[in-house]
């Protein structure tokens, strides 16, 4: 059995950081791709970032580009997702999720597991 659990959400103005980390029971995270999704009210799941299985090659949504940055600390078996320069618009609840296939594994269907979300909320 597969747990994923996110923290580091929270409420955070405009032009502020935050980050999150993810961790699994049950799996070495250095064995997936390990991916973060949002969802903002109304909206679907969409792609934040990928790191890839085993290395440290990242992949960013064009949204994200340059203000987040995807990490493995292999010692704890997390993957963090450091959130500079939030925005408005970046207020959803994040996702974790882990995948073995495909790369970037940007489409929700490649992914195995996942956990159950953390909220960040940008005030403007």
């Known amino acids: 059995q597969v747990q994923l659990v996110e923290s580091g959400g929270g409420l955070v103005q405009a032009g502020g950081s935050l980050r999150l980390s993810c961790t699994a029971s049950g799996r070495t995270l250095t064995y997936y791709h390990v991916g973060w999704f949002r969802q903002a009210p109304g909206k679907e799941r969409e792609f934040v970032s990928v790191?890839?299985?085993?290395?440290?090659?990242?992949f960013y949504a064009d949204s994200v580009k340059g203000r987040f940055t995807i990490s493995r600390d292999n010692a704890n078996n997390l993957v963090h997702l450091q959130m500079h320069k939030l925005k408005p618009e970046d207020t959803a609840v994040y996702y974790c999720a882990l995948a073995t296939r495909g790369w970037p594994a940007i489409r929700n269907d490649e992914y195995d597991y996942w956990g159950q979300g953390t909220q960040v909320t940008v005030s403007s």
């Open positions: 790191i890839r299985i085993r290395f440290s090659t990242t």
